[in-house]
């Protein structure tokens, strides 16, 4: 009888054994990765990623990336979005374009149109295009009092809306924001109403 209990007393230690090792070889990669990127992660936390099958070299990468483009992104921000089933990869590609061009769209901006289906890395280009080519600054000279006047009228999105956009209307260029979500470049909107010196836009109905 003792001698069954040492054999499976060792049995039962190889295997805790085998697991540990086994973690510590999925982890340690990762782990020095993320240090030698100089975006330290607990090797805890690591831990519990592997343990939830997350992929660690995808995250750690993002992870890494966000700290040398300066995006505001967190490890758990990161996991979350990959594990509600977004790319990580595009959103922190998006986010450093943005944040690189000093243009407000973030990563937490981005996760949620990537989890709606938006291509993210275009909406970050077209919201840089605008900054770059001065749309953006013309438009922002719209008279209040003018854009007041149009409220009723249609205008084509010229930049998507979803963060402030660029519609036109009566030949010229003007901010926008939705108040029915996502509006992509081309589409036709109503405005309804004003906001500083923007204009408040939805869908045009067919």
Known sequence: MPNL???????????V?????VMVFTVFGPWLRARAGRAPIAWLRLCTMAMRRVNLGTVVNVYILAK?????????EIESHMLAGGNVNRVMVAAAVARRADVSFSFRMAAGFD?????????AQDLVHAKETGLR????????EALAARVGRTAEVVHAIGPPGLVTVDGE?????????????????????T???MVVVKAAAD
């Open 137 to 144: 600054e013309q438009a922002e000279k719209a008279n209040r």
């Open 115 to 123: 989890l709606s289906g938006r291509d993210v890395v275009s909406i």
């Open 173 to 193: 260029l003007v901010q926008a924001v939705s108040v029915g979500g996502y509006l992509p470049k081309g589409a036709t909107v109503e405005i309804v109403g």
């Open 17 to 21: 054994a085998f697991a540990i090792g």
């Open 68 to 76: 040398q483009a300066g995006v505001d992104a967190s490890i758990d």
């Open 195 to 197: 906001k500083d010196n």
């Open 5 to 15: 209990v040492i054999a499976v007393a060792l049995f039962l230690g190889s295997i």
